[in-house]
């Protein structure tokens, strides 16, 4: 098929090439894009990549928050030293995303913009507030992401529109970041469940805040404030993580697919929770979350 192919320079190019093109597919890193495109699920008239406008390629580090260019590669994401001090959360979503030649390829905001259920920076980016940055020629606008995205592999992101940046919040007093996936391979693998968590543990050991989401297992992210309340106020014990356990596999909603069937994926989701006994001792926590 003859189809266009744009390389935009900057990001007014981009946002022209948007316009005139609204049926265009954006192609940033291309690792979800060239999937679709070899098996024919997608044919659009014309391709706009996003690998040279530089100005989407960036972390800044701001008083409260952290903004992350939307073509940010995962890479650089995981060698940044701002994301380790204040985001180890999405650094362990990033580390087990993919491969080295993944990671090395694709970006944070190909990760959001293709919605899927099994994306692994998703549960972290939804404890950590995220806040969508998004432009179109005739201005920009601001989306939280769990409003995004709205179900598998659909998104609100309006004709024309560019994500440009993630705009993450500090997330002060939490001193336990964890996460973890199960997949059918310990490397490689797309998540059949995947769980983050951000925990604020007193010097005593007990919870004082709770952000838990679970990627995976619904046709978008799960969150669950009955199971952020079962922990909040206790100790990290085993009658506390198992009556939590319980609350997020009634939260969940997985599906049968090709990787695992539903009864397996909401028996996991709550058995992730129990690995947050790790943690318990508070003596441990303050260097826990570190890589
Ligand atoms: C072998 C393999 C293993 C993988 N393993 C994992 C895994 O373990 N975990 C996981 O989560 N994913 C995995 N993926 C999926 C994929 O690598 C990720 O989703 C990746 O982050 C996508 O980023 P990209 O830049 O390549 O996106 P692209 O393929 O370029 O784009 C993805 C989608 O986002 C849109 N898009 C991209 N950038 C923008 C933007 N700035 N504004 C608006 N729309 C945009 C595109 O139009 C497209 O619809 C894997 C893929 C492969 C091929």
């Known amino acids: 098929m003859n189809r266009n192919v744009f390389l935009p320079e900057t ?3 981009l946002l022209e090439l948007a316009t005139h093109y609204p049926d ?3 192609y940033a890193g291309g690792t979800d894009i060239l999937v679709q495109l070899r098996a024919g699920t997608i044919a659009p008239p014309a391709l706009i990549c996003l690998e040279r406008i530089t100005a989407l390629r960036f972390i800044r580090e ?17 060698e940044s030293s701002p994301v380790a001090a204040h985001l ?9 995303l993919g491969s080295p030649l993944i990671r090395h390829t694709a970006t944070i905001g190909g990760n959001i913009c293709t919605a899927s259920p099994a994306g692994d920076s998703l549960p972290a980016l939804t ?9 179109t020629s005739e201005g920009a606008r601001r989306s939280p992401l769990h409003e995004f ?38 490397a490689l693998a797309i998540s059949i469940a995947s769980f983050a968590a951000l925990l604020h543990m007193s010097d005593s050991g007990v919870i004082e805040d709770a952000r838990l989401a679970w990627g995976s297992v619904g046709p978008t992210i799960v969150t669950s404030k009955a199971a952020e309340n079962a922990l909040i106020g206790n100790r990290l014990n085993h009658d506390v993580l198992t009556h939590a356990a319980a609350i997020a596999r009634a939260a969940v909603s997985p599906i049968d697919d090709i990787r695992a069937s539903a009864l397996y994926r909401r028996q996991v989701s709550g058995n992730l929770m129990l690995r947050l ?10 260097t826990r979350h570190i890589l």
């Open 11 to 13: 990001l007014p190019e």
């Open 24 to 26: 265009a597919v954006l």
């Open 62 to 78: 701001q008083k409260n928050h952290l903004v992350i260019g939307a073509c940010t590669r995962l890479t650089d994401i995981l």
């Open 88 to 96: 180890p959360v999405l650094r362990k979503a990033v580390r087990v």
């Open 127 to 135: 404890i950590l507030e995220a806040v969508l940055e998004l432009h």
């Open 149 to 186: 995205i709205l179900g598998p592999g659909r998104t609100a992101r309006r004709p024309g529109e560019i994500l440009t940046a993630i705009e993450i919040p500090k997330p002060a007093g939490f001193n336990i970041h964890h996460f973890e996936k199960v997949g059918q391979r310990s």
């Open 277 to 286: 006994s790790d943690y318990r001792h508070p003596a441990t926590t303050d």
